[in-house]
């Protein structure tokens, strides 16, 4: 597509259930990025795939958190039995080069995010 | 540690005067420094970007940074502000982890206010 495609917009979660966020990067893009955003506050990355590989979970706050890239496009970022503290605006991005991405211009390319509010 | 910091939570200008809003930034090596705008309900969208050459580096809607190695800033700039231009402003840096990995981390953010 154009652009990177996060799907939902919006997700309300009762505390305890668990969630999936779904990412479309823009495609042949080789490197996919997740950022948390909480309110008032500066994406906080959480992991990074070059294809299917994931070289870099770091930022995963906790073992609740999970991510995958199976076929080096599509990307799933799930969440297990969420928490109040999960809520924020959860950011895709993706970018054409590898060594994550500074081979493009643009840096990345973000898409518009999930919101995510556990009640 | 490396990180990037934004000193100012917010920044107030006229429209049609120049506006600045501040980034510092400590890495390791050499710095790659990016600067995103985020409007309400949407995602981060590039602005410009430094990697090598020109301190003085121009980007969207008429933005421009200035890369300052001894004093590590990359502050944003407009020299005309307009109504337009209110958003939130993120500065960001290319950190490495390893040979095969690297990430941009993110300040705190500034929220620009151009009054008209």
């Known amino acids: 597509g154009a652009g990177v495609s996060q799907s939902p917009r919006y997700k309300v979660a009762k505390r305890g259930q668990d969630v999936a966020l779904r990412c479309d990067p823009i495609s042949g893009h080789v490197s996919l990025f997740w950022y948390q955003q909480a309110l008032g506050q500066g994406p906080e990355f959480l992991t990074y795939f070059q294809n299917e590989a994931q070289l870099d979970k770091s930022g995963l706050p906790s073992d609740r958190f999970f991510a995958e890239r199976p076929e080096g496009s599509v990307s799933t970022l799930k969440i297990q039995r969420t928490q109040q503290e999960d809520s924020a605006v959860y950011l895709c991005?993706?970018?054409?080069?590898?060594?994550?991405?500074?081979?493009?211009?643009?840096?990345?390319?973000f898409g518009s995010g999930t919101r995510l509010t556990v009640v | 540690a490396q990180s990037v910091a934004q000193p100012e939570d917010q920044v107030n200008v006229a429209e049609g005067n120049p506006l600045t809003v501040k980034c510092t930034y400590s890495?390791?090596?050499?710095?790659?420094l990016f600067w995103y705008v985020q409007y309400p309900n949407r995602g981060l969208q590039f602005l410009l970007k430094y990697i090598t050459g020109d301190n003085l580096v121009k980007g969207s809607y008429g933005f421009e940074a200035e890369f300052n190695k001894s004093q590590t800033s990359f502050h944003l700039k407009k020299p005309s502000a307009l109504v337009s231009d209110s958003a939130l402003y993120f500065c960001?840096?290319?950190?490495?982890?390893?040979?095969?990995?690297?990430?941009?981390?993110f300040g705190s953010g500034t929220r620009l206010s151009i009054r008209p």
């Open positions: 960001a840096v290319r950190v490495l982890r390893g040979s095969s990995a690297s990430k941009i981390i």
């Open positions: 991005a993706s970018s054409g080069g590898d060594s994550g991405g500074f081979g493009s211009v643009a840096g990345y390319t």
């Open positions: 890495v390791s090596g050499n710095p790659y």
